[in-house]
Each structure stands twice: as structure tokens, then as C-alpha cells.
């Protein structure tokens, strides 16, 4: 089962493997919020961890797919111990390095030592020297001791994938998360969700349209979004027409389709499109 790791009332998936399975088997998107380790500044495509909407938690939750956990002591400051500990694994690292270099170094040596010597040889005859021995493996040996040591600045970095620490893992219900799908607008909220990724689509965040969703027929990555979605709470909720007028006009100007969902007085779900046609009066 996956973990979800609640913080300030939203969940979030950490795991790369974890974060393509929800993707590409249950059409669960997402939204990639942190930074790209291999490219650090730049805001264009973004990285784990992965923050879901309260929608596809508890979703996720209902279907068993995953469980929400809060872990109590992933803020805490390191012990002395695990200070330490951290610090003979970092001397570790760049100890290993430090003699994969030195190695590499003498391979590369060892293959030039002819050329070494005879260039030292030529130096000594423009000298007027000629009757010195130079012993291949004094002179290896010397531009062995030659070699610089290696800074804790030219090393590889690790960058663990998972929290290095023993975390303390408690789970949690579904009624804890930020915005809510247990009071009335979240349960209206959420049965619309629902009742649109069992119908097939892939569904985000409609924040950027002026939405509460956009539908994709398929990966977002592939497709455009077909429909945004605005969730209506109340039926007999009145509209201005100019905020229709204004939900319609944005729609077509973004090329997508505006939809009105909302739950009937029967508990099912109901969708109301709006659509631009030509004036009757020319």
C-alpha cells in the first residue's frame, strides 16, 4: 500500500515509484512541487514530492490504494548520534572516491610513464647530463605523491530517495485534510470528483481557468483538457448572467468546454454544458 504523508492538511507522495504507478495505472496527477536536483534554478518542470487535492486522497484512501499517515518526527532535530553517524558516512563517501581517484590516476600514469621518462631523459641531455639511470617506478612513484587531495567540494553527492531517518509513522483519517470532503461543500466536491474519474478522464486543478477542474481524455502530458468544470453546491443557487457570461467567454477563449456540475435532489451527479451559438436575430 502506498503512503500518503499528511502536512498541514495535505497529502503528498514522495516516492518516484510510488508517484508513477498513481499516474499511469489510477489517473491520479497531481501536482509536482518540488525542485529538479539536476536542475535547480529554473521553474519549468518541477519534482517530487508530488501535493495531491483533498479529492484524490480520499479517493485514493476509499479505494485502498493508499493510507495517510503523519510522520511525528521527521521536523525533529538529529540526535548526537545520528549527527555523527551522518558524519562517518559523508568521510565514507568521499574516503571511496578520494581512492577510486588515486586509482584512476595511476592507470592513467602508468599507461604515460614511457613518455614520462623520455621526456625527462631529453631535459637531462639539453643539460649536458647523460649518464643518469631514471627508474620507472621511482618516477611513477613520484608523480603518484604528486597528486592533489580531494576536496569534499569535487565529490558526488548523494541524495538519498528516501528519508534517511527512522520515522514514526502514525495513520490518520480521511477528516483531517485541508480543504475538507466531509463537510457539505467538500462531499459535493468530492462525489463530483469521483463520479468524473470513474467515467475515465485524468482531472486536475481548474485553479489557473477559473475552474474547480479540467477533464483530459488522457495523460496531461499528451492531451489538452476537453472541459472545466465549475461545482455548484447549492441547485437553487441564482446566477448573475454576466458570471456566466464570464465562466462561457473563458471557456472558448481556452478552447474547452464549460461545464456545471452539480448533485440533484436524488443525490446523483448532473452536468449542465454551456455553449455559444450564433444569434437567432443575426
Known sequence: MIRLYLENGVAYVWNADDWHLLRTKHRVCGSLIGSV????RQNDFQGLPMALMSEETALLLELG??????????????????KLNIKIQDQRILDEQAEAFR??????????????VAGKQ?????KGITNVHL??????????????????SQTLVHLPTEHPREIDI?????????PSVVDKEGKIRYSIFKDLWTKGYYITTGSKF????????????????????????DTMTFFRPTNLVAFGRLSV???KIAVLAFCNRYGNIEYQSLQWHDSING
Open 37 to 40: 536536483p539536476s536542475l535547480p
Open 65 to 82: 490504494i493508499c493510507e495517510l499517515c503523519v510522520a511525528k518526527n521527521i521536523n525533529e532535530n538529529p540526535s548526537e548520534e545520528e
Open 103 to 116: 586509482k584512476k590516476k595511476i592507470e592513467q600514469i602508468s599507461q604515460k610513464i614511457d613518455i614520462i
Open 122 to 126: 631529453k631535459k637531462l641531455l639539453l
Open 135 to 152: 627508474d620507472k617506478q621511482t618516477l611513477l612513484q613520484e608523480e603518484i605523491n604528486k597528486f592533489p587531495s580531494l576536496a569534499p
Open 170 to 178: 502514525t495513520t490518520v483519517p480521511v477528516d483531517i485534510l485541508q
Open 210 to 233: 477559473g475552474s474547480d477542474y479540467l477533464l483530459y481524455p488522457g495523460d496531461p502530458v499528451r492531451f489538452h483538457a476537453t472541459y472545466m468544470v465549475r461545482c455548484v453546491y
Open 253 to 255: 477563449a481556452v478552447n
